[in-house]
């Protein structure tokens, strides 16, 4: 049987094919204690989990004219020491070396006539630390899926996972344009007996029916209002082929805090930080912080449980406008969790996820071109994109080193010219800026903007200090997040 990609994932793989100097690759970049392995052991590691991983081996090809969903194949050339590259971090191998090589790396393409992944072993950072910057495809995997890797890649203890599954893959003959062209026509000829047993399958059960429905029209009508444009900034514009790269780093336990006294969400709190460091960039930059300056897309989940190692696409949005005109930091907090909280009660999430789970069943080459004309957005609608995704709160290790933080990237594409991506491991969050490498210039800044965001709600939501007769112990203070950034090399 053959397998496709989703219209949801093919769609990644045509917007680098409209954009040419676009790269939709997503990262993360795992930081170890060293020393680092050597390079054969790091190949036989991966090697052994391959079993785990069957997209590792596999390519996906296009169908000529978009008559049906590209397809994953095996490819019958598959080199793992292509896809496992080492690196020095250049001296003196701090975190701001460390980002401007991300930036590099992230900047070029992957080879589409090969599996769509690749992993970069950093070494030569500061302290005997090394890197692992593992790049994948975004019609691979999205955050969650990406997430699930480390699973497979990495182990829960110093003394590893136990015996690897034995390797018996030989590649599968590759099918000829001929074959996926006729299958294509065949799906085509037999999608109407698919619509029809989709149909009769809401019959059989029509309050649910109606319910989705209702949901899914609602949904439908408040993602409407994101044909209204955005107010023009410098936000977004042409981009270029080069990235840079900046992270900043708090300590998860001032933001729950927040969360907890606030009596609002995780999430919440780092969009609020993120909308004001864009307050401060529209001011810098000598523009108006309206409050339809700032719309940004924010990814949703909407795997149901067991669903989290599915390698594919698997979300919906929601399309929040920033409230970077709120310039008190409590208050834009507020202002966040309203705005949310609105746009989750008007079901936005649901319809995006309804309409592309009815994708999979359609014909392909209308909705193929429907979802592209969406993704076109951007370039008018939205300003930003803001993913966030919980990552493993236990250490992870590999090869028996731990692993001291996980620091995720978000590509950019469509017009957007700063992306930010957030991430949890263990007891730290790390929020990932993105920026066009000649549009975006003060991705460094940004990220200590992010930071000192995050500083004021700590403080701001900050129990106060109680007056007693008590000699008053030691108090716990925020610890200061930490911001690295990337440049273009040779600069």
């Known amino acids: ?49 391959l079993p785990l991983i069957p997209r590792y081996r596999q390519k996906a090809r296009q169908l ?49 006539d090969r599996p769509l992944w690749e992993y970069w072993v950093l070494e030569g950072l500061s302290g005997g630390r090394w890197a692992l910057v593992s790049k994948v495809h975004h019609c691979m995997v999205d955050g969650v899926s990406g997430t699930h890797l480390y699973y497979l890649i990495f182990d829960l203890s110093p003394g590893g996972s136990g015996p690897m599954p034995e390797d018996t893959w030989h590649p599968g003959p590759e099918p000829s344009t001929w074959s996926l062209v006729a299958g294509a026509l065949r799906d085509l000829a037999l999608n109407p007996v698919e619509q029809l047993r989709m149909i009769g399958g809401a019959l059989r059960t029509p309050k649910d029916t109606a319910r989705l429905i209702a949901e899914t029209t609602r949904g439908l009508f408040n993602l409407a209002g994101a044909l209204r444009p955005a107010s023009g900034s410098t936000l977004t514009g042409p981009i270029g082929e080069q990235r840079r790269y900046a992270v900043v780093r708090a300590p998860i336990g001032d933001l729950l805090e927040v969360k907890r006294r606030a009596g609002v969400s995780l999430n919440d709190v780092a969009l609020a930080a993120v909308s004001g460091a864009f307050r401060k960039l529209l001011i810098q ?91 076109r957005l951007p370039q008018h609608n939205i300003v930003t994109v803001t993913t966030n995704v919980p990552g493993p709160r236990q250490p992870l290790y590999l090869l028996g080193r731990r692993t001291l933080e996980i620091l995720p990237y978000v590509p950019i594409a469509s017009g957007l010219r700063t992306g930010v991506s957030i991430f ?48 008053a112990g030691p108090r716990r203070t925020a610890a200061r997040p930490r911001a690295a950034a990337g440049k273009k090399a040779g600069t």
């Open 424 to 471: 949890t491991y263990c007891d730290q969050i790390a929020i990932g800026v993105t920026g066009d490498y000649d549009n975006a210039p003060e991705v460094a800044r940004f990220a200590d903007d992010i930071g000192a965001e995050l500083r004021a709600l700590v403080k701001v939501h900050r129990p106060a200090k109680r007056t007693s007769t008590r000699t």
């Open 1 to 49: 049987m053959t397998d496709h990609l989703s219209p949801l994932d093919a769609v990644f793989l045509d917007l680098e094919d409209e954009e040419p100097e676009v790269s939709l690759a997503i990262s993360s970049v795992a930081v170890l204690e060293g020393p680092p392995p050597a390079h054969e052991e790091f190949l036989a590691a991966v090697r052994a989990r």
């Open 285 to 375: 930059r000598g523009e108006e912080p309206g409050p339809r300056a700032v719309r940004s897309l924010v990814p949703v989940n909407v795997r149901v449980r067991g669903q989290e190692g599915v390698p594919d696409n698997r979300i919906s949005c929601l399309l929040p406008f920033l409230p970077v005109h709120v310039a008190e930091p409590a208050e834009r907090l507020r202002a966040v969790h309203e705005h949310l909280a609105e746009l989750k009660a008007g079901m936005e999430a649901q319809a995006g996820q309804a309409m592309t789970t009815l994708a999979r069943h359609e014909p392909f080459p209308p909705i193929n071109w429907g979802l592209r004309l969406v993704a």
């Open 64 to 112: 000529p004219f978009d008559l049906g969903s590209p397809v994953w194949v095996d490819d019958p050339d598959f080199e793992l020491e292509y896809h496992v590259r080492r690196i020095r971090v250049p001296a003196p191998g701090d975190d701001a070396a460390m980002c401007e090589l991300i930036g590099v790396i992230m900047s070029q393409r992957l080879d589409r």
